[in-house]
């Protein structure tokens, strides 16, 4: 959607209300489907009987065209907007758990600081994303590592053009435009981070570096997301996961707890993704969400040290999609974990799939490791 919102910004520079029609007519021509058009057309504000205000989509690629080619000359400047936009709907997506309450946060355009917790790979990242998407909201995410400083986050100065200007950080952009911030595993970060402490408040911040006071825009707002809850982790399985200081903890009104998805909901995303990659099993996806939930259970029992992820169930059905093989695509997926945990899942595997009931291990790997002395015929 981003090529015929782009579109849009080109041929009516000056307009930012327009009928479905208008639209649909521009994404024929761009060998886009209408009905995805009308789609990205109606989730935006409707302002009267058959118009929508499309300006949230198109303004950043206004602006984006208007600041790339700008040759800066001191003050306070923004070279990019390309870091902000609304993003697309994703069809595989599967809303449930806390996504209803995300999506009345964002709605309420309330000032709502909102840290959510959960194991790797549950769509912490996404339902974000796709709240944002669904409400037309424009979104920036920030991923946090140990390295993130102010300069990163808030800005700083770079040298364009032989001339030294201040270029604004993702947060700033975000507080300006009323845009949704997603702050992306927070806990990986340092006492750096520390310099969004005032972001955090909802009120202006001065940027030291430049003395501008910056005003947050109706609508601003900040998710964070992480695997622990800023104090570590427990059981070391997230190792680079870093204690949070308490002050800056505190600023968050809310915490939400994401688990892993029920079997039910589990079920209907890989489901999603088989359709999105062409490659349709139900037996298969039945069988890939049971073991997923067994291996979870072992987990908690102790019986295994690793689990399987929402994400990497989506893996294996991608892979699946490319070799054809329900085996080969789960060990690929797998070989990431070391060798008694490959093979415990393994053996789960075929506990619940009863087409490979009863098979040893030996049996069930002769896809890999590729041979390196085996030829290829080309
Ligand atoms: N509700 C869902 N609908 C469709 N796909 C999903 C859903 N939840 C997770 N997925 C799949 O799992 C992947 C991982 O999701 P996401 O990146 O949001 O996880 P996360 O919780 O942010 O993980 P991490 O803690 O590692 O950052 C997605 O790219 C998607 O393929
Ligand atoms: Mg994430």
Not at 29 to 58: C, D, M, Q, W
Not at 122 to 139: I, P
Not at 180 to 198: A, H, P, T
Request: aromatic letters at 8%; proline letters at 5%.
């Amino acid at each position: 959607m981003n090529a015929l919102a782009k579109e849009l910004s080109v041929r009516f520079p000056d307009q930012t209300e327009f009928f479905p029609k208008t639209v649909m007519a521009l994404a024929n021509e761009l060998n886009i489907s209408e009905g995805e058009a009308y789609r990205f057309v109606t989730k935006h504000p409707k302002v009267r009987r058959g118009v929508y205000n499309l300006e949230a989509t198109i303004l950043p690629f206004r602006e984006l065209k208007s600041e790339e080619p700008k040759a800066v000359s001191g003050g306070v400047q923004s070279v990019m907007s390309s870091e902000i936009f609304v993003p697309d709907a994703d069809r595989a997506y599967v809303p449930w758990g806390n996504f209803k309450d995300v999506e009345s946060i964002i709605r309420s355009e309330i000032f709502y600081p909102t840290y959510i917790a959960g194991l790797s790979g549950n769509g912490k990242t996404l339902m974000v994303e796709q709240a944002c998407a669904r409400l037309g909201r424009e979104y920036v995410r920030v991923q946090i590592t140990p390295e993130t400083d102010e300069d990163d986050l808030i800005g700083g100065f770079r040298l364009i053009n032989g001339e030294t200007v201040f270029n604004k950080g993702p947060v700033v952009k975000a507080m300006e435009r009323g845009a949704i911030l997603l702050i992306d595993e927070i806990d990986r970060g340092s006492n750096k981070i520390m310099c969004l402490q005032g972001v955090m408040e909802g009120k202006p911040v001065l940027i030291k570096k430049t003395g501008e006071m910056i005003r947050p825009a109706a609508g601003f707002n900040v998710f964070a997301t992480a695997n622990t809850k800023g104090k570590g982790s427990e059981d070391g399985r997230f190792i680079a996961a870093t204690i949070i200081d308490e002050a800056f903890l505190e600023r968050f009104t809310i915490t939400m707890d994401q688990p892993y998805p029920t079997a039910a909901v589990e079920r209907k995303i890989v489901m999603k993704h088989m359709e999105k990659f062409g490659k349709i099993d139900k037996d298969f996806a039945n069988n890939l969400v049971s073991w997923s939930e067994t291996i979870r259970k072992t987990f908690e029992d102790d019986g295994v040290d690793e689990v399987i992820s929402t994400r990497r169930l989506c893996h294996i059905v991608q892979s699946y999609a490319i070799f054809d093989n329900k085996l080969k695509a789960i060990e690929l997926c797998i070989a990431r974990f070391d060798r008694d945990t490959k093979e415990a899942f393994l053996d789960l595997y075929t506990k619940v799939d009863s087409e490979y009931a009863g098979t040893t291990e030996a049996k069930i790997t002769p896809t890999t490791p590729a041979n390196p002395d085996d030829e290829i015929p080309f």
